[in-house]
């Protein structure tokens, strides 16, 4: 096998693996499909994603002002604690959906960081005003 055919193995799996995490996340297959889309057109966040695919962690190389994959998870563990009284609505209780939605976010921040550092800057998940 040659190295274009282990790029496109490699591609294939990545993509198999986006597609599995959408269906555990009960997600539909567009959405699986335009994450993964997003994700192969950014060189970190598709390094990101191979190493959590092999290892179940993040690499946390990969950085949208100043901010890693793994800020973005604990921000959403954080923000989503307000949601303590809808447990259905919950994030923190659905392993496959918090990773879509931290791949998901960092894709946004890319083309629109400041929003999404002022949320994460003040919101905090706190339910009381600062």
Request: charged residues 20%; contains cysteine.
């Amino acid at each position: 096998m040659n190295e274009q055919d282990q790029l496109e193995q490699a591609l294939t799996t990545l993509q198999n693996f986006v597609h599995a995490l959408a269906i555990q996340a009960d997600r539909d297959e567009a959405y699986g499909e335009a994450l993964w889309q997003g994700i192969r057109q950014s060189q970190g966040l598709l390094q990101e994603l191979a190493y959590y695919h092999d290892y179940g962690t993040f690499l946390c190389r990969h950085q949208v002002a100043g901010y890693t994959l793994a800020d973005v998870l604990v921000w959403q563990v954080d923000h989503f604690k307000l949601y303590m009284d809808r447990p259905e609505d919950m994030n923190r209780y659905r392993q496959p959906r918090l990773i879509l939605s931290a791949f998901d976010t960092m894709l946004q921040m890319e083309q629109s960081p400041e929003s999404y550092v002022n949320k994460m800057r003040y919101e905090t998940g706190q339910d009381i005003i600062n």
